[in-house]
């Protein structure tokens, strides 16, 4: 058991020996509890080091290096479902030395990714995929006649979703031999929530004895699949890890293994609190200067729900399994009987809440931009359509640093701009957050906020200041020649940018409605309109100023900067905004470029 995070390489020397799962395949099974003791001193260290994901990896330690001893990676298929767990994993295939690049620039990727390694067979990121993608793959090698195995490892966390479900229906219509991998360690980020964990955990206390192979009591539910069910066994233990794996391997048809883990497995402190371990920021030296802790954009917004729920009790606030991370854990233990986590089922949230609106509540659905992706014919047809009145409040909209491209919440405009009647507000900083959570629930319709991962620039909020005027911006700053039209919390950069260049400076504050007037205002009185965004390019809050452009007899020239049209790698989010040309070297070089080609063509 480990108390503490190596901060020196520990001895290893096994595990030094594992260059590929076929070197790991040489040895014999009573090696493999010693090689699961020095992957977790590694793994300590080497997150340790680059921060990342913690406690899911540690608890799948002797479950990864069990798959790669008995499968033939990467001919057979192994998935791993959201990839919060695949550290060991990327440990054992070939990349034990880059695990100290891990979510750096030019490093390995945070998760699973097809693009980094040949025993990536799938990219994950969002969870309760896995299923489905293993299935394809089975079927895959059952239409071209050959043997190899397919593997999918969900969590019980990702099992509460309907996708997870539509899977195993599938795959028990299509007999496809495929191996189904329960890991229940009865958390996903937060404890789970739901029916489903209720019942697992019940068949964990009623099924503390040797694996059941019938599937006629423990494994009921997926045994009414038609999926050959084992366990529940003791995902640490390699005496019962390893026959029950060689079964349901050797077995043909559609097979269930339920294991059980232990989050954190082997760091006290982890074990102890696998909330606070899922993640962790990389280990500091001991002379670095502490950093000072501010409020985030989510502490902001878990201050205001909480306070307006206090004065309406219509108020209901519902997520997706993000308690922790959209910051509701105050709103929970204020007010739990109108606090719903829905587990990870993103469609089901936003339906929920549907009918909460039907019912004259008013629900607030807290979700992450990237994850708001998942429910999008919920909020076009059950949302959007009956224009019922209901707060999104979309976290981590923008780029979100070190997760990288799965995690980045780059398109939450474009694909809500087109949807009638929908308000689209895009904040600044806290205080404007704030203030617009007042403007989007005062508002009787569907209205959304996005607001980015971390801290902006505002250090002190005034609660007390009113909603803003719907569909209004403000005029920052007057200047020559250009006016740059900022969405959301690029503010401070472009503050700097219209400084140095003389720009008039707007702070736009919504998407949808525009401010058609204050547009006609800039575009009359300058020769170039720049909007500024943290989204993509294409279909974002510049395509609206351009589109409503388009439509009038004057000629505007507009040019717009946000993310460019490709996938942005895991990089811290300043390295991440540099690199889209989106700090304020980068903004002022392209308005300069655009100045300089007008005045070279006039």
């Known amino acids: 058991m480990f108390t503490q995070i190596p901060t020196e390489r520990p001895s290893t020397p096994l595990l030094d020996r594992i260059t590929s799962p076929q070197a790991l395949r040489q040895l014999s099974a009573r090696e493999l509890p010693a090689l699961a003791r020095e992957l977790r001193a590694f793994l300590l ?78 990219g994950t990121g969002h969870s309760s995929t896995s299923i489905s993608a293993a299935l394809g793959m089975a079927l895959a090698n059952q239409l071209r006649g050959l043997n190899n195995k397919s593997v999918a490892v969900i969590g019980d966390g990702a099992m509460s979703a309907g996708m997870a479900f539509e899977a195993l229906s599938h795959a028990a219509h299509t007999r496809a031999d495929l191996l189904v991998i329960l890991n ?34 423990t494994g009921a539910l997926f045994g009414a699949l038609t999926f050959e069910y084992q366990g529940p066994v003791d995902g640490h233990d390699f005496d019962r890890l390893l026959p029950a794996l060689q079964h349901s391997l050797s077995t043909p048809g559609p097979q269930f293994l339920h294991i059980t883990t232990q989050k954190g497995k082997g760091f006290v402190p982890a074990e102890s609190d696998p909330v606070g371990y899922h993640a962790i920021t990389k280990i500091e030296p001991l002379d670095a200067k502490p950093k000072a802790k501010r409020a985030k954009f989510c502490n902001i917004f878990g201050r205001w729900l909480t306070q307006t729920a206090a004065d309406d009790k219509r ?181 700097q940018v219209a400084e140095t260049l003389d720009l008039t400076l707007v702070d736009m504050r919504f998407v949808k409605p525009l401010d058609n007037a204050l547009i006609d205002q800039l575009a009359s009185a300058h020769e170039l309109l720049v909007t500024l965004e943290d989204h993509a390019t294409a279909g974002g809050a510049g395509s609206a100023v351009l589109e409503y452009l388009s439509g009038k007899a004057e000629e505007t020239r507009v040019l717009t900067l946000g993310v460019p049209d490709r996938w942005i790698d895991h990089a811290s989010r300043e390295e991440q905004l540099s690199e889209c040309g989106l700090d304020a070297p980068g903004i002022e070089h392209a308005v300069r470029s655009a100045l300089n080609r007008h005045t070279q063509t006039s």
């Open 184 to 217: 229940d360690n009865e958390m996903s980020i937060s404890p789970n929530e739901g029916g489903l964990a209720t019942y697992l955990a019940q068949q964990l206390r009623q099924n503390s004895a040797a694996p059941n192979l019938d599937g006629a009591t």
């Open 45 to 122: 260290y080497s997150v340790g080091v680059t921060g990342g994901h913690f406690g899911a990896g540690l608890g799948v330690v002797e479950l990864t290096i069990a798959l790669h001893y008995l499968m033939e990676t990467p001919e057979d298929s192994l998935i791993w479902d959201v990839g919060h767990q695949s550290y060991p994993h990327k440990i054992l295939t070939e990349r034990r030395e880059a695990m100290l690049t891990m979510r750096q620039p030019g490093g390995l990727a945070p998760f699973p990714k097809r693009a980094e390694s040949r025993y990536d067979c799938f």
């Open 315 to 495: 108020l209901v606030g519902i997520t997706p399994a993000m308690r922790e991370g959209s910051d509701l854990i105050q709103f929970s233990e204020r007010f739990p009987e109108r606090y719903f986590d829905v587990a990870i089922a993103e469609q089901h949230a936003a339906t929920l809440a549907a009918g909460f609106a039907c019912r004259d509540m008013k629900p607030v659905l807290a979700i992450y931009s990237t994850f708001l992706q998942r429910a999008y014919d919920q909020l076009v047809h059950d949302i959007a359509i009956q224009e019922l009145d209901i707060l999104l409040a979309v976290d981590r909209a923008g780029l979100v640093g070190e997760d990288g491209a799965t995690h980045a919440g780059l398109f939450d405009i474009a694909f809500m701009r087109c949807l009638p009647g929908l308000v689209i507000m895009t904040p600044s900083d806290e205080q404007e957050l704030y203030q617009l959570l007042k403007t989007g629930y005062e508002h009787p319709g569907p209205a959304a906020v996005r607001y980015p991962r971390g801290s902006g620039s505002c250090t002190d909020v005034d609660e007390r200041l009113p909603a803003l005027p719907l569909g209004r911006g403000e005029i920052k700053r007057q200047g020559q020649r250009a006016a740059l039209l900022n969405f959301g919390p690029l503010l401070p950069q472009a503050q």
